[in-house]
């Protein structure tokens, strides 16, 4: 048994490092799903609701630890194929990522009033043009603040990835207090560092929000 030191400081923020991998992974992957499943989710052609409707509720409908020990430990089951963590947990976390921002944007766009839709098709532009140039920006006004609280949120859920031994910042809390004995701590420690993660991201989205909601 030894005391907290300094290095164990240091290996929490380096640690760090790796819940801020999970987050940019979540985003990275996730984002370009989600918004393909908002369009579908909008879209006139049926089975692409139904399809993406399924999605959503599948994957808002599991746990993101049932979705992390899928992705670790089944996958490798049904495909006879190891899966390194950090590949398994990216995964997860974009498939987590995008139900939720997928519903966040699908709201943002349904927001904006169909006349800005009919407005932009009298300009003589294609669907696409139209949803780019016109409706985009405006569902973007929109749904920025709940996309940053999602943010916070899924900052705090990367330390579920230390179920599947990934070392993250909550896995490197975990080690330290093995080390040191020192729990109270070690686990303070590791709570103010999240706090100073997603404190301003609280405070901006209900900023954006204020501003933005005025601004409409």
Known sequence: MRVFTTS????????LQWTIVLVTLAIAL??????????????????????AAAYLQLVQGIPLLGLLMFFYFGVPVFLGVQVPAIVAVGIAFAAYSSAFLGEIWR???????QAQWEAAACLGITRWQQFRYVIAPQALRIALPATVGFMVQLIKGTSLASVVGFVELARAGQLASAATFQPLLVYSVVATIYFAMCFPLTV???????RLNGAR
């Open 107 to 113: 709201g943002g766009i349904q927001a904006v009033k």
């Open 8 to 15: 164990d400081l240091f290996s929490l923020f380096a640690a």
């Open 204 to 210: 901006w989205s209900r900023s954006l929000e204020a």
């Open 30 to 51: 996730g984002a370009p799903l989600a918004l393909a499943l908002a369009l579908m989710r909008i879209s006139k052609i049926a089975p692409l609701r139904w399809i």
